[in-house]
């Protein structure tokens, strides 16, 4: 009887050592992981970010989406750079991220000008789109945080797992769901939705909000409706607020006169008094020192969602495919 209930214990408590062990892995991430091996490194991805932004600024907002699709999709592992080959299902051509997600072209650029003055395969895919969508924040105006570094690459794409991506028609109770399932807050969600203070989105994306909703503005409405029509013209784009190429309050701003363009974006603000999301858009629409504090705490959340650390995956020689 003892000797079973000291077994029991121990299955549980051993079990219990061990988990703890795996759920703080994470904190093995650092923000000076890179600095003895390749200084140059993040100067490196700077230079190649703020040169595509330069030459186009939607760039900067297609790499910031780049990183938080690779992180709600089985963690920040670079698996949504891998492409079809034999075992690895893409997960570029998923529903979420087919015709939709970009900047795969700029990846490959920044890998090859950091492999090169690294002198060889340093630096891991995940750690480059972490480091790139913060580059692209500063470069359109927002705030800058210090990025954790010492991720490491899939060896696996997870094509069966990008339903755990957020859809643009969920709800308000959905969207906390699914964040809370990242292990990322109320909080979180609000100033990371923040991040459709730039870039754009496709038609098909918002035009059962603009047609079929009731918290939306009706003259916005009627002038999304010009560019998204009933039918047709589902890649036709708009911006996801009005100075899409600066990060900005102006997102929030929006959201309180009910010009939202997503219908997942409307959710965070009904005007329902004592809401939650309510006040924080409130709150982030008037105060930009309060959202950019708020938006790089939740982006180093965000980017420490279950990484491969130490001898987990590899180091990709080419982010487009596994080690061979
Ligand atoms: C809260 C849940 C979210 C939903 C439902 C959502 C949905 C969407 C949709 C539908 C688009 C347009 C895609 C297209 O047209 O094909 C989009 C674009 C974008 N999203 Fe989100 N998103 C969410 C959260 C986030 C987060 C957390 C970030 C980053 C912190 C982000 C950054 C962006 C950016 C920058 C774009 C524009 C990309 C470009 O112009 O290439 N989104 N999002
Ligand atoms: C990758 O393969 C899947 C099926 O295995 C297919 O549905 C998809 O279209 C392919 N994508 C590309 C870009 O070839
Ligand atoms: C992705 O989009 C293309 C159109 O560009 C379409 O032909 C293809 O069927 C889509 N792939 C999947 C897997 O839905
Ligand atoms: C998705 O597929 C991978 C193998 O490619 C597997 O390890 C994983 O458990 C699958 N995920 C789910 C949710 O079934
Ligand atoms: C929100 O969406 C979920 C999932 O689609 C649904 O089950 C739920 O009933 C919806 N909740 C409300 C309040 O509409």
Same mark, same amino acid.
């Given at each position: 009887?003892?000797?079973?209930?000291?077994?029991?214990?121990? +299955?549980?408590?051993? !079990?219990?050592?061990?988990?703890?062990?795996?759920?703080?892995? $994470?904190?093995?991430?650092?923000?000076?992981?890179?600095?003895?091996?390749?200084?140059?490194?993040?100067?490196?991805?700077?230079?190649?970010?703020?040169?595509?932004?330069?030459?186009?600024?939607?760039?900067?907002?297609?790499?910031?989406?780049?990183?938080?699709?690779?992180?709600? /999709?089985?963690?920040?592992?670079?698996?949504?750079?891998?492409?079809?080959?034999?075992?690895?299902?893409?997960?570029? &051509?998923?529903?979420? !991220?087919? !015709?939709?997600?970009?900047?795969?072209? /700029?990846?490959?650029?920044?890998?090859?000008?950091?492999?090169?003055?690294?002198? #060889?395969?340093? /630096?891991?895919?995940?750690?480059?789109?972490?480091?790139?969508?913060?580059?692209?924040?500063?470069?359109?105006?927002?705030?800058?945080?210090?990025?954790?570094?010492?991720?490491?690459?899939?060896?696996?794409?997870?094509?069966?797992? &990008?339903?755990?991506?957020? #859809?643009?028609?969920? !709800?308000?109770?959905?969207?906390?769901?699914?964040?809370?399932?990242?292990?990322?807050?109320?909080?979180?969600?609000?100033?990371?939705?923040?991040?459709?203070?730039? #870039?754009?989105? @496709?038609?098909?994306?918002?035009?059962?909000?603009?047609?079929?909703?009731?918290?939306? $503005?009706?003259?916005?409405? @009627?002038? @999304?409706?010009?560019?998204?029509?009933?039918?047709?013209?589902?890649?036709?784009?708009?911006?996801?607020?009005?100075?899409?190429?600066?990060?900005? &309050? /102006?997102?929030?701003?929006?959201?309180?006169?009910?010009?939202?363009?997503?219908?997942?974006?409307?959710?965070?603000?009904?005007?329902?008094?004592?809401? &939650?999301?309510?006040?924080?858009?409130?709150?982030?629409?008037?105060? *930009?020192?309060? +959202?950019?504090?708020? *938006?790089?705490?939740?982006?180093?959340?965000?980017?420490?969602?279950?990484?491969?650390?130490?001898?987990?995956?590899?180091?990709?020689?080419?982010?487009?495919?596994?080690?061979?």
């Amino acid at each position: 009887m003892a000797y079973y209930s000291r077994r029991l214990f121990c +299955f549980l408590l051993c !079990n219990m050592v061990a988990l703890a062990f795996i759920a703080s892995s $994470h904190a093995n991430l650092s923000p000076t992981f890179y600095d003895k091996v390749c200084p140059q490194a993040l100067p490196t991805i700077k230079k190649t970010v703020e040169a595509a932004v330069k030459k186009e600024s939607r760039m900067g907002a297609s790499l910031l989406r780049l990183h938080f699709h690779d992180c709600f /999709v089985h963690g920040c592992d670079a698996s949504i750079l891998l492409d079809n080959a034999t075992g690895i299902q893409t997960e570029k &051509t998923t529903p979420p !991220n087919n !015709n939709s997600v970009r900047g795969y072209g /700029v990846v490959d650029q920044i890998k090859a000008a950091v492999d090169k003055v690294c002198g #060889g395969p340093v /630096v891991s895919c995940a750690d480059i789109l972490a480091v790139a969508a913060r580059d692209s924040v500063v470069a359109l105006g927002g705030p800058t945080w210090q990025v954790q570094l010492g991720r490491r690459d899939s060896s696996s794409a997870y094509a069966n797992e &990008t339903t755990d991506l957020p #859809g643009p028609a969920s !709800n308000l109770s959905a969207l906390i769901t699914n964040f809370n399932k990242h292990g990322l807050n109320v909080r979180d969600l609000v100033a990371l939705s923040g991040g459709h203070t730039i #870039g754009l989105a @496709r038609c098909t994306t918002f035009r059962s909000h603009i047609y079929n909703d009731i918290n939306i $503005h009706p003259s916005f409405a @009627r002038n @999304r409706q010009a560019i998204c029509p009933q039918s047709g013209g589902d890649n036709n784009l708009a911006p996801l607020d009005h100075t899409a190429s600066l990060f900005d &309050t /102006v997102y929030f701003k929006n959201l309180l006169k009910r010009k939202g363009l997503l219908h997942s974006d409307q959710e965070l603000f009904n005007g329902a008094a004592g809401s &939650t999301t309510n006040s924080l858009v409130k709150t982030y629409s008037s105060n *930009f020192g309060a +959202f950019a504090s708020d *938006f790089a705490n939740s982006m180093i959340k965000m980017g420490n969602i279950r990484p491969l650390t130490g001898k987990q995956g590899q180091v990709r020689v080419n982010c487009r495919k596994v080690n061979s």
